[in-house]
């Protein structure tokens, strides 16, 4: 079955700084992963994708994120934060059967300091 | 325009009573999903539908009933609601098979006192 695990239950940043959330999967075959930010009170929306090619995708909001294989990994950074990432972000990985279904990460709480 | 849309937003009810949870996509999507986030924000997937078929079907409680009049459309009924049942539910949609990731709606906050 597959997995996702968010190492970092909360992480605290200064704004300016450049920001790493770690992210490892567990799936078969190639995986379709994915990250979502969650702020307060809403729906969770796609920041980027990835499930084939260039293994450093680029997603909204300034974020990007970078497949490696060889560690089972897809870590999203950003290299300059600001107040309004302050949120819950989340990794998933989707199967490509099973209608899609998707596997999401326990979430990492991003705390922007002024 | 929105693309995911649920009603209610907010729903307070008494145990036992039986509520519906509605959902509409417009974005011609063809796979609906339900998941429940609990109150440490752990996402679980319940149901999925695909252009009105029954897909995914967790290990959910039967008092928990999908319906899907058509792909725009997928519905939550649950019965005999339970404190436990309190969380957040969020419909989600997809096109191509999810490869490219999910369209959420706004969730409900479901609380039973």
């Known amino acids: 079955a597959q997995s996702v695990t968010q190492p970092d239950i909360h992480i605290t940043v200064s704004e300016g700084a450049s920001l790493e959330l770690r992210c490892n999967y567990s799936y078969g075959a190639t995986p379709y992963l994915f990250w979502y930010v969650q702020s307060p009170g809403q729906g969770l929306q796609l920041l980027l994708k990835y499930f084939s090619g260039d293994t450093l995708v680029q997603g909204i909001k300034g974020f990007e994120a970078e497949f490696k294989r060889s560690q089972s990994s897809f870590n999203l950074r950003k290299p300059s934060v600001h107040w309004s990432d302050a949120a819950e972000y989340f990794c998933a990985v989707g199967e490509d059967t099973n209608a899609g279904k998707s596997t999401f990460g326990d979430g990492t709480t991003l705390t922007v300091k002024p | 325009d929105t693309a995911v849309s649920q009603t209610p937003k907010y729903l307070v009810t008494q145990m036992g009573n039986d509520k519906s949870i509605k959902c509409e996509q417009n974005l011609g999507h063809d796979t609906m999903y339900w998941y429940k986030q609990d109150s440490k924000k752990f996402l679980k997937i319940m149901f999925s539908?695909?252009?009105?078929?029954?897909?995914i079907n967790e290990t959910v409680p039967n008092r928990f009933s999908p319906k899907s009049p058509d792909k725009a459309h997928l519905n939550l009924h649950i019965n005999s609601l339970e404190l436990g049942d309190s969380a957040v539910y969020f419909c989600a949609s997809s096109g191509d098979g999810g490869r490219y990731g999910y369209t959420f709606g706004s969730g409900t906050r479901l609380t039973v006192v």
């Open positions: 539908y695909n252009n009105k078929e029954l897909i």
